[in-house]
């Protein structure tokens, strides 16, 4: 079945750090992929997509690239503020209406 | 804002309760979902209504009952819970036609504490 497996937490950085989440993927298919953030008292915020090899998400400075290769969509952001501090979750979804199929999320702290 | 309204955002009641979340979305599409997301475990789907009717009811104990009057609401009715039922509930919305890429629109939750 399709199964996403993310970096385990917590990710603990400095204001200014470089960022990676890995995250990889198994599934049946052609999925779209999803990095979703839940701040802290909050709901699942969709934070980038992408739909097909070789496209690249981006949003508020996280990007991920889709790659069929690796099976992978790791988030990267070049430096982290105190306010990206949150849980992240990868995800997936097979098209033409499937369930998403999240990760277990990572937690990530910036400190000032 | 999400376009995915839930209430109340907190709730604390007692094992012998009877209560009822609230989810009602306003986007327009036609599959709504309960997922439960507890400390330190994975998103666990609970309930999926596609066009009103339950299309996925995932081996979730019969003192949650989910509702789904039409497209823009959706309820969950809790009674008789227990402790470990305490959690972040989240309800998400998603069009269900060819042209979904499978995204889902979260509300922001209800916090459930059971005592």
């Known amino acids: 079945g399709d199964s996403v497996t993310q970096m385990e937490g917590p990710v603990t950085l400095s204001e200014e750090a470089f960022l990676t989440i890995n995250c990889t993927y198994t599934?049946?298919?052609?999925?779209?992929l999803f990095w979703y953030v839940q701040y802290p008292g909050e709901g699942l915020q969709l934070l980038l997509k992408?739909?097909?090899?070789?496209d690249k998400g981006s949003n508020k400075g996280f990007e991920a690239t889709y790659r069929k290769e690796t099976t992978s969509f790791h988030l990267e952001k070049g430096s982290v503020q105190v306010s990206d501090s949150a849980v992240y979750f990868c995800a997936l979804a097979v098209t033409s209406g499937s369930r998403l199929t999240f990760g277990e999320g990572t937690q990530l702290t910036v400190n000032p | 804002e999400t376009g995915v309204t839930q209430t109340p955002r907190h709730l604390v009641m007692g094992m012998t309760n009877k209560k009822s979340l609230k989810c009602e979305q306003h986007?327009?599409?036609?599959?709504m979902y309960w997922y439960k997301q507890s400390a330190k475990k994975p998103l666990e789907l609970m309930f999926v209504?596609?066009?009103?009717?339950?299309?996925e009811n995932n081996s979730v104990p019969s003192r949650f009952s989910p509702e789904c009057p039409n497209s823009s609401h959706l309820f969950l009715h809790l009674h008789t819970l227990q402790p470990e039922d305490s959690a972040l509930y989240l309800c998400?919305?998603?069009?269900?036609?060819?042209?979904?890429?499978?995204?889902?629109?979260f509300g922001e939750g209800s916090r459930l504490t059971v005592l």
């Open positions: 986007l327009g599409h036609n599959a």
């Open positions: 992408a739909t097909k090899a070789d």
């Open positions: 599934a049946t298919g052609y999925p779209s």
């Open positions: 209504y596609s066009l009103e009717e339950r299309v």
């Open positions: 998400a919305s998603s069009p269900r036609d060819r042209a979904s890429t499978g995204e889902l629109f």
